[in-house]
């Protein structure tokens, strides 16, 4: 490590008390068998990610950009999208971990590549390990992404990769995507899933004032299912809040996890924890992931707090959207948003919130709000892999 960055790390290490007890309660374990998974999620930033960690310019390159229509867009014909299918499987990584569910049947070989704590991650998680789909884990470091060196037009996490039955290898991106994308397969396993991923084209638009370019992925949160109608009021409340998790409540994230630079170091620590880091990565690039991406994150925080309009109380900005959620489920009369089963919304948002389980914000929001019976029945559902008996 070079003089100048460890001067640095040690500045900001010396300005950090040791972590609270709440830190080591919670950790996410990688399970590696067919008990149930216990790394169930964990954070990144809000439109984006809680735990991308290097410095702003690859921080803001990893926020994905949500969509906010509500309708199902035609593809411009004019457009040219971008393709799913690889020429050829990734290169293996021998440090990646196996998810293994005896009941799954769905033929398909899932390696997520990831960051164990980002919240749009943990969603993707949440959902194959509710269905008991089995998969693969590649932690990707933060800082140097060399784990998604082989896709050269898109850094983002996560990135699903597929081995379909009929051999094709797929790249599947954005957790939103996946989740329609495989929810979609779940109900017409018949199909291939390489024509049902063609219904979710990737388009690449540039701003005309600022030259950047932007990927977007159109009709991400349908289901491309023939016997669900797209005026059907469940159907539209899930879209409805599967969209709010990923446009209103991610952005409550970031601001409240790293609200101080203590904070910020001690969930640091946590997603180092949880991560499992000490054996994926080398020294030298944990603690440039831990305090150089503590510091950036908490200044982040702060700029994300600004641009969102939060209150200078953050923890109030957090429990009023909890509260809104909540009071949804109250409304449907049953346990869960979806009624008496979780719907996709109640796991998109279940595993947001797992995200940054382990951090000060997490407890707080459990003591000022009635999350915790909610919260307690997801997470029963997701480590019991309750929804692969629906399917």
Avoid at 254 to 264: K, Q, W
């Amino acid at each position: 490590m070079n003089h100048k960055l460890s001067k640095f790390l040690g500045r900001i290490s010396s300005a950090y008390s040791p972590p609270s007890p709440l830190a080591s309660t919670s950790p996410r374990c990688y399970a590696s068998s067919s008990s149930p998974s216990k790394m169930s999620t964990s954070p990144r930033l809000a439109l984006g990610g809680v735990s991308v960690a290097g410095g702003l310019y690859a921080l803001y390159n990893f926020w994905p950009t949500q969509s906010q229509s509500s309708q199902i867009v035609q593809m411009n014909p004019d457009s040219e999208p971008i393709p799913h299918i690889l020429p050829e499987a990734p290169p293996y990584n021998d440090k990646c971990i196996k998810i293994r569910y005896p009941e799954d049947k769905t033929k398909l070989k899932l390696t997520l590549y990831q960051y164990t704590t980002c919240p749009f991650c943990c969603k993707v998680r949440a959902f194959l390990d509710y269905f008991g789909i089995s998969y693969d884990i590649v932690e990707v470091n933060s800082v140097f992404r060399k784990e998604i060196k082989w896709s050269p037009n898109y850094k983002k996490v996560p990135i699903l990769v597929v081995k379909t039955p009929q051999g094709d290898f797929l790249q599947l991106n954005d957790s939103t995507m996946i989740i329609s994308a495989l929810m979609t397969y779940l109900k017409e396993p018949s199909k291939n899933l390489k024509d049902i991923v063609e219904c979710y084209p990737q388009v690449t638009n540039t701003d005309p004032s600022s030259g950047k370019s932007t990927i977007e992925i159109r009709n991400k949160y349908f289901i491309m299912h023939q016997n669900d109608s797209v005026n059907d009021k469940n159907l539209k409340e899930e879209l409805k809040w599967r969209k709010w998790v990923d446009s209103v409540f991610v952005h409550r994230i970031s601001p409240n996890v790293y609200r101080s630079l203590s904070e910020s170091i001690e969930a640091f620590h946590w997603f180092d924890t949880a991560g499992n880091w000490k054996n994926v990565f080398n020294t030298f690039e944990r603690q440039v992931v831990i305090y150089l991406g503590a510091s950036v994150m908490w200044i982040l925080g702060k700029v994300l707090k600004k641009r969102h309009g939060l209150p200078d109380d953050v923890r109030e900005a957090i429990y009023h959207e909890v509260n809104n959620y909540l009071s949804h489920v109250k409304k449907k009369g049953g346990s869960f948003g979806g009624g008496e089963v979780p719907d996709l919304a109640d796991i998109s948002f279940y595993g947001t919130l797992n995200s940054f389980e382990g951090c000060a914000a997490f407890q707080d929001v459990l003591s000022h709000t009635e999350l915790r019976q909610w919260f307690t029945k997801m997470k029963w559902a997701v480590s019991s892999r309750a929804g692969g008996s629906s399917i």
